[in-house]
């Protein structure tokens, strides 16, 4: 019967190009990033004593709201048309709209007179996509939130809205616009502290000399070189909303920011814990390597030293040369040649043994 191999799984790249922009294009000439989700949206209005919540219609999208805030959730942005005339009908700049469309950006944040503009990036605690991307754009009574696919990220924010948990009913956009931010921060703590313990048990598995640990800390290095790329942006970006005379955002928010910042700067410290620790366990694991490459070495260097004269002596007395000769070596007649060839090699291998315990060259380490 016929054995089937069995196929390596395919390696997923790291960066799968999400951009699709050609060369030369304006901002009126947007593109659907590549598998982009269905474009969805959600409307949640809410003041005080009104709350409405659930799927919106292009019609309710327009609206430009002059009571309660607005909260437009725009999930998935395949439909290029239809996000062009939110744009439009809520004053969003064609170049933050472009900004939108085109994934991977550097986390930031545009302030102008009457409206300001985030853009953020969060990571899945499970793995999975590298980075998402999520923009902001706030006005006195409306935030826009646009996001690549469906996730959990806005849920508790928007379960504190249903609830009537906080004062988030009875402030302004500019709070649900720190709420929103504070809920992207904190999605940050799961996967830093998921990567927390993935090096725990590396480098658990590093002192116990296993193999085949390059990977998983290369792995684990190339996340924390992510969210760093991410992470620091994201501080300048809250710091400098903090130190610019924003109107949008009222002195009574001003501190809920702050502890947003300082949920980043948090972050940064524990992700720059981890990158030396994830340094020092790659260098401790190619160290280790290394140490057992060279026993494993010693031992092969001793058994050779040890069989080198015994291999002489045996191809020596393994030519056949004429014994009627006196010069052809007489020995290969004596009656006890063979003892006696077998007692000169255990007397050389037993005294190179000797000789080598006492260098202290046999305190070889046991190899796993």
């Known amino acids: 019967m016929a054995q089937t191999q069995k196929k390596k799984p395919a390696r997923q790249r790291r960066n799968a190009p999400r951009i699709r922009r050609r060369v030369g294009a304006t901002p009126a000439d947007l593109q659907a990033p590549i598998g982009a989700s269905p474009t969805e949206l959600r409307l949640t209005t809410y003041g005080p004593s009104d709350l409405y919540t659930g799927p919106a ?17 725009i999930v998935g942005l395949s439909d290029v048309p239809v996000l ?3 744009a439009a009908a809520h004053g969003i700049h064609p170049l933050a709209l472009e900004d939108v469309v085109n994934l991977d950006q550097r986390p930031k944040v545009e ?15 499970q793995g999975g996509a590298d980075r998402e991307q999520i923009a902001i754009f706030a006005t006195a009574s409306m935030v826009i939130t646009f996001r690549e696919r469906p996730g959990p990220w806005f849920d508790l924010v928007r379960a504190r809205i249903e609830a009537d948990r906080g004062r988030i009913r009875r402030a302004g956009t500019d709070y649900l616009v720190y709420a929103l931010v504070d809920a992207v921060v904190d999605h940050y703590f799961p996967v830093v502290e998921g990567l927390g313990d ?13 193999s085949g640990l390059l990977e998983p800390l290369g792995a684990v290095r190339h996340r924390l070189r992510q969210l760093r790329l991410t992470l620091w942006p994201t ?17 009574e928010t001003q501190p809920y920011l ?11 410290d524990m992700v720059e814990t981890h990158r030396d620790s994830a340094a020092n366990l790659f260098e401790a694991h190619l160290a280790l390597s290394g140490q057992k490459l060279n026993e494993i070495m010693k031992v092969l260097t001793v058994l050779s030293t040890i069989f080198l004269p015994l ?12 014994r009627e000769s006196p010069w052809n070596m007489p020995e290969l007649g004596w009656r006890l040649g063979y003892p006696f060839a077998l ?15 006492r260098r202290g060259w046999l305190n070889i380490e046991r190899i796993e």
């Open 235 to 251: 501080r300048d970006a809250l710091a400098s909303l903090m130190r610019q005379d924003v109107p949008l955002i009222r002195a």
């Open 57 to 73: 219609t292009l019609a309710e999208a327009l609206e430009v709201p002059t009571g309660p805030v607005r909260w437009l959730d």
């Open 111 to 125: 302030t102008y007179a009457d409206h300001l503009f985030l853009i953020l990036n969060l990571f899945e605690p």
């Open 198 to 210: 993935r090096l725990d048990a590396l480098e658990d598995a590093v002192h116990e000399g296993k």
């Open 258 to 268: 702050r502890d947003a910042y300082d949920h980043t700067l948090r972050l940064a």
């Open 343 to 357: 007692l000169l090699m255990g007397g050389i291998a037993l005294g190179l043994l000797l000789a080598f315990r």
């Open 311 to 322: 291999s002489f002596i045996a191809s020596l007395y393994g030519m056949n040369f004429d």
């Open 84 to 86: 062009e005339q939110i």
